[in-house]
């Protein structure tokens, strides 16, 4: 907490502020950027007059509400602070002080900018392996997808995404009963984590088909021991099943290669045989 009034000079500072100025601001005209106090904005310049503490306060006269800003102590050390202020009024109505609250936000601040870039990485993770991340909670028939997931389903990001209805019909015809039939294992048995994998194939909306491989498992489970909350991920194969047919189409004509040729060989030896046999009777 810091008092200060109209001239700029800060009249009162608790100990809070003290520490986090790393010097006692009182006497300070902060508006004048002492030397062994730096005030910058989050991109590290310096911070302007007008954002600077109560500054709206005192002089537009209104509320200065959550302005962030860097304090950087003489040390050098940074904190990112949250400021807001108030204007205090004499009793002739005049504004003679504002009192200006600071907020240390910066452990919630990396906290937060950590959590982003831990996001990031995932998202390009993801992005790199083609495999897209789930949750589904199965009460409210709700699921909770990655970017990525809509992306390999062939839609756009949003919210939630597909329910059961609107996944099964995006499912392959001649693949769902085996879903159904791996599902059905994973749902009713006991324990967890109960666990599930297999390969399928969906329709995209422009009717191309696109091959998946699937993996999942019962995260948590009700008071009944029914599964309330089921986690996954679906990876597109597509190309690596195109690949497999490629080479399995290969080997089969390989194979028939190889059996014309063995043919034209034993052919080739029994006319040689028959050849060689005429000649002695011949003979």
Not at 118 to 125: I, P, T, Y
Not at 141 to 150: C, G, H, N, P
Not at 208 to 217: A, F, K, L
Not at 255 to 282: F, P, S, Y
Request: hydrophobic content about 35%; overall charge neutral.
């Amino acid at each position: 907490v810091v008092v200060e009034k109209p001239d700029g000079k800060v009249t009162y500072a608790n100990k809070r502020a003290i520490e986090l100025h790393g010097v006692n601001p009182c006497g300070v005209e902060l508006n004048k950027h002492p030397a062994n106090l730096k005030i910058l904005t989050l991109d590290g310049k310096v911070c302007p007059t007008e954002e600077l503490y109560s500054y709206r306060a005192l002089f537009k006269e209104e509320t200065l509400r959550n302005s962030t800003i860097i304090i950087e102590q003489p040390t050098g050390k940074q904190f990112i602070v949250v400021v807001s202020a108030k204007p205090l009024y004499n009793k002739g109505g005049e504004v003679n002080a504002a009192v200006v609250i600071f907020e240390n936000v910066t452990s919630h601040v990396r906290t937060q900018n950590a959590l982003m870039e831990s996001e990031e990485r995932l998202k390009m993770a993801q992005k790199i392996a083609h495999v897209g991340s789930w949750e589904y909670y199965v009460k409210e028939d709700r699921a909770i997808w990655s970017e990525e997931l809509f992306l390999i389903f062939g839609l756009k990001p949003q919210r939630y995404g597909l329910n059961t209805s609107e996944y099964l019909a995006r499912i392959y015809p001649e693949d769902r009963e085996a879903i159904n039939k791996s599902m059905e294992q994973m749902l009713f048995r006991e324990g967890l984590p109960s666990k599930a994998r297999f390969d399928y194939r969906i329709i995209h909306e422009d009717g191309s088909v696109h091959n998946i491989h699937s993996e999942r498992m019962v995260r948590e489970v009700g008071e009944d021991k029914k599964p309330t909350r089921i986690v996954g991920i679906e990876q597109d194969i597509t190309e690596r099943k195109q690949t497999e047919q490629k080479l399995e189409q290969y080997a089969k004509n390989l194979e028939q290669l190889v059996e014309e040729r063995t043919k034209q060989l034993k052919d080739a030896e029994r006319l040689a045989a028959i050849g060689q046999t005429a000649g002695m009777n011949g003979h």
